[in-house]
């Protein structure tokens, strides 16, 4: 499974970005996805995740309100809406998968990542 995220970019302080992540291979609907980010001297750190059906979602309190995790299933695509950013969502973001198919929050727990998307919020 390769994951390839894209979306990223610089936006002000109260603006919006539209991430997204394509996935190849096969049996994408059989896999849980996460967004996890990582800012400069930082852990990396789970945002958000959606399970198999795109049913059951999961979010960091950091973005609870404000991010949106989706997936498409025929596209092979997750993706995260992210609203009212903040400068302290200025991060390379990641997303990954997990054949466990069940939202999980520690990055070890995933099996297949994306090479990561910056995104940059101005104050």
């Known amino acids: 499974v390769q994951l390839q995220a894209s979306g990223g970019g610089l936006v002000q302080a109260g603006g919006s970005l539209k991430l997204a992540c394509a996935a190849s291979?096969?049996?994408?609907?059989?896999?849980?996805l996460g967004w996890f980010r990582q800012a400069p001297g930082k852990e990396r750190e789970f945002v958000a995740g959606?399970?198999?059906?795109?049913?059951?979602?999961y979010y960091a309190e950091s973005v609870k309100g404000r991010f949106t995790v989706s997936r498409d299933n025929a596209k092979k695509t997750v993706y995260l809406q992210m609203n009212s950013l903040k400068p302290e969502d200025t991060a390379v973001y990641y997303c990954?998968?997990?054949?466990?198919?069940?939202?999980?929050?520690?990055?070890?727990?995933?099996?297949?990542w994306g090479q990561g998307t910056q995104v940059t919020v101005s104050s």
């Open positions: 959606i399970g198999r059906s795109g049913g059951s979602t």
């Open positions: 291979g096969p049996s994408f609907s059989n896999y849980a």
């Open positions: 990954a998968a997990n054949f466990g198919g069940v939202i999980l929050l520690g990055r070890y727990d995933y099996d297949y």
